[in-house]
């Protein structure tokens, strides 16, 4: 079973900074296979891009994946108040598996 | 638009059993795989359980491989998820989802989720 490790736990910027946030996983995994989400408080997990790069519809462009074999990346470009939230990978495995999740918090 | 709503019994003892319930609009129900997920206080996801769109091919995590049955009725345009066995780490909020693609495995509909206490 393949494991997924974020870093940072926890992120804390300010409104119009950038984020960077990682996903690592302990084997390499196809690029198709990596999903990002965004979780808020009391919502259901939002998906946002999916394949490691492809923007889910409904997802600001400010919101960008890349990465490949082991470590992949989102990169939020300029952070709106709304950005702020709990963000998890995913890897679509035997079993699927997600990551721990990163806080993104308010500085 | 897409909504999934859950619906069940919400408190179960240990060794007891619950079942779930989600019922789904606003897509062609029959044209999706559906899965179940947990989400236990201060932790990620986890992957409970799928089933095809044609209701054949069923998956289930490890953890409760042997306990929980998925199923689906295209006639009510539901999932159900019935939890056998309970286990007091079967404590969580569960949720069912719409899985987009799953030869990629995203899951892009969430439903709010049901929180199950296992007590």
């Known amino acids: 079973e393949i494991g997924l490790m974020q870093s940072p736990g926890t992120l804390s910027l300010s409104p119009g900074e950038r984020a960077t946030l990682s996903c690592r996983a302990s084997q390499s995994i196809p690029d198709s296979y990596l999903v990002w989400y965004q979780h808020k408080p009391g919502q259901p997990p939002r998906l946002l891009i999916y394949?490691?790069?492809t923007r889910a519809s409904g997802t600001p462009d400010r919101f960008s994946g890349s990465g490949s074999g082991t470590d992949f990346t989102l990169t939020i470009s300029r952070l709106e108040p709304e950005d702020f939230a709990v963000y998890y990978c995913?890897?679509?495995?035997?079993?699927?598996?997600f990551g721990p999740g990163t806080k993104l918090e308010i500085k | 638009q897409v909504q999934l709503v859950e619906s069940g019994g919400a408190l179960g003892k240990p060794g007891g059993s619950l079942r779930l319930s989600c019922a789904a609009s606003g897509f062609t129900f029959n044209d999706y795989y559906l899965s179940w997920l947990r989400q236990a206080p201060g932790k990620g996801p986890e992957w409970v359980a799928d089933i095809s769109s044609s209701g054949y091919v069923r998956s289930y995590a490890d953890s409760v491989k042997g306990r929980f049955t998925i199923s689906r009725d295209s006639d009510k345009r539901s999932v159900d998820l019935h939890m056998n066995g309970l286990r007091v780490e079967d404590t969580a909020r569960y949720f069912c989802?719409?899985?987009?693609?799953?030869?990629?495995?995203?899951?892009?509909?969430w439903g709010q989720g049901i929180l199950v206490t296992v007590s």
């Open positions: 995913q890897h679509f495995g035997s079993p699927y598996t």
């Open positions: 394949g490691t790069s």
């Open positions: 989802a719409r899985l987009r693609n799953p030869g990629r495995g995203d899951f892009d509909y």
